[in-house]
C-alpha cells in the first residue's frame, strides 16, 4: 500500500512539474484568432504590417514585413515550455497571465512592459501596452491592427 501511495505521489508530481503553467497546445492555439496578414500604425504615425503563424503546435511567430509582404525586417515568437507561454523578442521576454479564446496577456519577465493582444471582431485586433512612464506613472498604449486580405 505504502508502495502505491508512493507511486501515485511521485507520478501526480511528475505531471504538475510538467504543466507548471497549466498551459497546452489547447490554450497556445486558441491565438488562431490571430493567423495572417495585419496592419497597424505605430506610435510615430507610421504604418507597419505584421504576419502570424504557427510553424509548429509549440511556437507561434510574428514577423515584420514591408507593405508588399516580401521582406522580413523583424521577428518575435511564443513558445509553450513545460506548461507556460513565454515570447521573446530580441533581448526582451515576457511570460503568459491570461488566455482565453481571443485574448492572451503578458507580464514582464525581462522587459519594460506588459501587453496584450485582444480580438475585437474578425478582422480587428487590439494590442495594449502598459509601462511606467519617465515620470513614474503608469502609461498605457492601444494600436489597433486590422487585417489584410
Known amino acids: 500500500?505504502?508502495?502505491?501511495?508512493?507511486?501515485?505521489?511521485?507520478?501526480?508530481?511528475?505531471?504538475?512539474?510538467?504543466?507548471?503553467?497549466?498551459?497546452?497546445?489547447?490554450?497556445?492555439a486558441k491565438l488562431s484568432f490571430l493567423e495572417g496578414r495585419w496592419q497597424g500604425i505605430g506610435p510615430d504615425g507610421a504604418p507597419f504590417y505584421e504576419q502570424y503563424d504557427f510553424p509548429s503546435p509549440e511556437k507561434f511567430r510574428s514577423q515584420r514585413f514591408d507593405a508588399a509582404f516580401t521582406t522580413v525586417s523583424d521577428t518575435s515568437t511564443l513558445t509553450l515550455e513545460e506548461g507556460d507561454i513565454?515570447?521573446?523578442?530580441?533581448?526582451?521576454?515576457?511570460?503568459?497571465?491570461?488566455?482565453?479564446?481571443g485574448y492572451i496577456a503578458f507580464a514582464?519577465?525581462?522587459?519594460?512592459?506588459?501587453?496584450?493582444?485582444?480580438?475585437?471582431?474578425a478582422s480587428t485586433v487590439e494590442v495594449v501596452q502598459k509601462f511606467t512612464g519617465e515620470d513614474g506613472k503608469p502609461q498605457t498604449y492601444a494600436v489597433l491592427l486590422k487585417r489584410v486580405t
Not at 513565454?86 to 479564446?101: F, H, M, Q
Not at 525581462?110 to 480580438?119: E, G
Open 1 to 28: 500500500m505504502i508502495r502505491a501511495l508512493t507511486i501515485a505521489f511521485a507520478l501526480i508530481a511528475s505531471a504538475c512539474a510538467a504543466t507548471a503553467g497549466g498551459y497546452t497546445q489547447g490554450d497556445l
Open 86 to 101: 513565454y515570447s521573446r523578442w530580441g533581448e526582451y521576454s515576457w511570460k503568459a497571465t491570461d488566455i482565453a479564446d
Open 108 to 121: 514582464p519577465v525581462n522587459a519594460p512592459s506588459a501587453f496584450h493582444w485582444k480580438k475585437l471582431d
